[in-house]
């Protein structure tokens, strides 16, 4: 069954940087975006970021705008999620998703998705 793995998630300071994974399971990346979700306890999950099979990055949500970034290694078949100053509420647990070439804030849009990885932000 196809689907996604993320890792790297943990506990980090405030002010403190993480990256995030998110390799494919039985397909590669070529020709999907990947757009990276959170859900915190409690909320909606919420779409951060997204990066489409061709083409420059759409950021979805004004509070990680200037903090975290998408990247993509083709060579590894993995993107990433660069999170740098984090924030008490940047805790959530972060999820990875994909569909075929274009990107949307709407999570029911994605077809495959990871079983998330905890960040927790903590002093």
């Known amino acids: 069954q196809l689907h996604l793995v993320e890792s790297g998630g943990g506990l980090v300071q405030p002010g403190g940087s993480l990256t995030l994974s998110c390799v494919p399971s039985?397909?590669?990346?070529?020709?999907?975006?990947i757009a990276w979700f959170r859900q915190a306890p409690g909320k909606e999950r919420e779409a951060l970021l997204c990066?489409?099979?061709?083409?420059?990055?759409?950021p979805y949500t004004d509070s990680v705008k200037g903090r975290f970034t998408i990247s993509k290694d083709s060579a590894k078949n993995t993107v990433f999620l660069h999170m740098n100053n984090l924030r008490f509420e940047d805790t959530a647990v972060y999820y990875c998703?994909?569909?075929?070439?274009?990107?949307?804030?709407?999570?029911?849009?994605?077809?495959?998705w990871g079983q998330g990885t905890q960040v927790t932000v903590s002093s």
């Open positions: 998703a994909a569909k075929g070439y274009e990107c949307s804030r709407r999570a029911d849009w994605y077809d495959f």
């Open positions: 039985g397909f590669t990346l070529d020709y999907f975006a």
């Open positions: 990066l489409p099979s061709s083409g420059d990055s759409t």
